[in-house]
Every structure is written in C-alpha cells, then in structure tokens.
C-alpha cells in the first residue's frame, strides 16, 4: 500500500491521465465497505473509517480484499468506464462543511473528462463505515 493522503493517490492518476477500466466492491449499490478503482496507471482502494475516507493504492491484485463484486454495469461506472481521471478535490469545501482535512476527508469528488469535454463527477462519502458513491448532477 502506499503512503500518500487519499488526495494524492487520486490526483497521482489525474496527473497520469490514468483512465478507470473497473470499479469493483464489497457488494452491488450505492454503499459499500470496500470499493477497489483499477486504473491503466494502477489500482485504488477506498474505505470509510472514523477519520473519514481512506484511500490507498494496492500494489498488486494480491492485496486486494476477496470476494469483489463487478460493478462495470452500475451506476456511476458505466457512465465513466474508459474515460481518463482529470482531477479529484475534498468535497464540502465549497461549503465549508464535509471535509474535516486533506488527510482524511469526509467527501471526496473526481472528475472524470477535461472541463469543456462533457465532465461527470463522481462523489464517495464517508458514511459510517461505508462509502457512498454517487455522481454529481
């Protein structure tokens, strides 16, 4: 696992241009204990904890927790599902509510397409000790 902030580890891949080939988790919905993000550039796990969101990179399939679900056909992943990673931001910090730091925020958003290419965002929410995804209208 790497030592970057959950932040980093996604604006790594939007410097890389790294585009989303698979998103899989623990089960099929909106909520989920574990979901694992698998990049052309690398893979992503993301977690909620009582800090808030935890996400780290996984150095090899190995590492990744057993029994994942495909989420190719769910939503948001299929509106995403090829398309290059352009930047990620701690959500709830243009209200100033929702993101408790940059090492572990409650909200994290992702941008998925250049700005002036059509954007979808997609969101993950600590709820719990679930993550909540969801995509930005």
């Known amino acids: 696992m790497s ?3 959950g932040l980093e580890v996604f604006e790594s891949i939007a410097e890389a241009g790294g585009r989303i080939l698979r998103a899989e988790a623990d089960r ?4 989920s204990d574990v979901l694992v993000l698998t990049f052309d550039v690398g893979r ?4 909620s904890g009582d800090e808030g969101l935890a ?46 730091g940059l090492h572990s925020p409650m909200v994290m958003k992702v941008r998925f397409r250049e700005e002036a290419d059509n ?11 679930s ?7």
């Open 55 to 100: 996400v780290s990179q996984a150095s090899d399939r190995e590492s990744l927790p057993g029994n994942l679900l495909a989420l190719d056909d769910e939503e948001p992943w299929w509106r995403v599902a090829g398309q290059p990673m352009t930047a990620a931001w701690p959500g709830g910090v243009e209200d100033g509510v929702g993101a408790r």
């Open 28 to 31: 099929a919905g909106a909520l």
């Open 44 to 47: 992503v796990v993301v977690s």
């Open 3 to 5: 030592t970057l902030s």
């Open 119 to 129: 954007p979808r965002i997609v969101v993950f929410e600590a709820a719990g000790r």
């Open 131 to 137: 993550v909540r995804v969801s995509i930005e209208s």
